[in-house]
């Protein structure tokens, strides 16, 4: 516990000396965003967006009919166009997680970054990125699936508990993988085992995982502190994965990408 709470104080430290990580993800969050809203209004007859602006003062069930009516105007363009920008979206926002996890391990380093770091970092690791990431979701899946079938079988809420446990427990020995990916500069599958390594040998990074879940979880009712927590977190995994043992302070040398 005494790690962690060194983790914690000093990525809090580091986070407030380096307030402007927060700007590149919320630009790229906003063009994401802008991005869907074109794609929809591409779809979309003009007096359809009209009543979509409407759909707040709405029942649930007259939510739903009205998407439904919507996505049946054109069924084929509309799913063309979900999967071609959705798509598009998601590279971008593994983009945003590849550039925050290579400028936290940078300040957890240097104790600082540019943003040229931030692109660099994105630019770099997407490709590994995204390839981890589908296998990070693989992963989750089949270790809850046998659990939720069995709701199938037996009347009784203890296997969705136990699926719910399975998906903490292997996201939770998997998330430093995306920090271990680029501070080693290494392949999607040695991420992922080195990942497992790091979270039985530390323990905090379980702890600081549930911390991170309340953080993530709490940001959400304010939607505009959600990239200071995205930041914030970012910082102390960073901080965790390239501290040795006995100390939360980041290691003289990291192996890390460097901005050329």
């Given at each position: 516990?005494?790690?962690?709470?060194?983790?914690?104080?000093?990525?809090?430290?580091?986070?407030?000396?380096?307030?402007?990580?927060?700007?590149?993800?919320?630009?790229?969050?906003?063009?994401?965003?802008l991005?869907?809203?074109?794609?929809?209004?591409?779809?979309?007859?003009?007096?359809?967006?009209?009543?979509?602006?409407?759909?707040?003062?709405?029942?649930?069930?007259?939510?739903?009919?009205?998407?439904?009516?919507i996505?049946?105007?054109?069924?084929?363009?509309?799913?063309?166009?979900?999967?071609?920008?959705?798509?598009?979206?998601?590279?971008?926002?593994?983009?945003?997680?590849?550039?925050?996890?290579g400028?936290?391990?940078?300040?957890?380093?240097?104790?600082?970054f540019?943003?040229?770091d931030?692109?660099?970092?994105?630019?770099?690791?997407t490709?590994?990125m995204?390839?981890?990431?589908?296998?990070?979701?693989?992963?989750?899946?089949?270790?809850?699936?046998?659990?939720?079938?069995?709701?199938?079988?037996?009347?009784?809420?203890?296997?969705?508990?136990?699926?719910?446990?399975?998906?903490?427990?292997?996201?939770?020995?998997?998330?430093?993988?995306?920090?271990?990916?680029?501070?080693?500069?290494?392949?999607?599958?040695?991420?992922?085992?080195?990942?497992?390594?790091?979270?039985?040998?530390?323990?905090s990074?379980?702890?600081?995982?549930?911390?991170?879940?309340?953080?993530v979880?709490?940001?959400?009712?304010?939607?505009?502190?959600?990239?200071?927590?995205?930041?914030?977190?970012?910082?102390?995994?960073?901080?965790?994965?390239?501290?040795?043992p006995?100390?939360?302070?980041?290691?003289?040398?990291?192996?890390?990408?460097?901005?050329?």
């Amino acid at each position: 516990m005494p790690h962690l709470l060194e983790v914690l104080l000093s990525g809090i430290k580091l986070f407030v000396r380096n307030l402007k990580i927060v700007i590149p993800p919320i630009i790229l969050s906003f063009m994401i965003y802008l991005f869907l809203a074109i794609g929809l209004a591409s779809v979309i007859p003009p007096e359809k967006l009209t009543e979509l602006s409407q759909l707040t003062e709405k029942s649930d069930e007259e939510i739903i009919r009205e998407m439904y009516d919507i996505v049946m105007l054109n069924p084929v363009k509309f799913f063309m166009a979900f999967i071609i920008f959705g798509s598009i979206a998601f590279v971008i926002m593994i983009f945003i997680v590849a550039g925050m996890v290579g400028a936290s391990l940078k300040i957890a380093k240097t104790g600082s970054f540019s943003f040229s770091d931030f692109f660099h970092f994105g630019y770099l690791y997407t490709p590994r990125m995204l390839a981890l990431e589908l296998l990070i979701s693989i992963a989750i899946l089949v270790a809850s699936l046998p659990f939720l079938f069995l709701t199938g079988i037996v009347s009784s809420v203890i296997p969705i508990l136990i699926s719910a446990v399975a998906i903490i427990f292997v996201a939770a020995i998997t998330f430093p993988s995306r920090f271990i990916l680029i501070a080693l500069d290494t392949g999607v599958f040695d991420a992922l085992a080195a990942s497992i390594r790091f979270s039985f040998k530390k323990p905090s990074s379980l702890l600081l995982f549930m911390v991170t879940v309340a953080m993530v979880g709490l940001s959400s009712l304010i939607p505009l502190l959600q990239p200071f927590a995205f930041a914030l977190t970012s910082i102390w995994y960073a901080i965790l994965v390239t501290s040795p043992p006995s100390s939360a302070a980041p290691p003289s040398e990291s192996p890390e990408g460097q901005p050329a």
